[in-house]
């Protein structure tokens, strides 16, 4: 991407010419909860959309009241 690589120049950035290559693999797939099913799904394409159709969303119950913690760091 042009747009990219002339962001890149003016912190004088660039890509590498060379890929680099990598072994990876698939992890399989996990089981997944909805409601009173569960299903599968494919890891190499992973779609559940169909599987979730007609099934009740999870809600959340209301937040009325918050609180927030926070280091000094």
Do not use: C
């Amino acid at each position: 991407n042009a747009d990219a690589q002339a962001e890149l120049g003016k912190w004088g950035l660039s890509f590498d010419n060379e890929l680099l290559g990598l072994t990876a693999g698939v992890l399989t797939g996990e089981r997944i909860f909805q409601g009173p099913r569960s299903y599968e799904y494919n890891p190499w394409r992973p779609e559940w959309s169909r599987e979730m159709r007609g099934m009740p969303l999870i809600s959340s119950p209301p937040l009325n009241n918050w609180l927030m913690f926070h280091t000094l760091r």
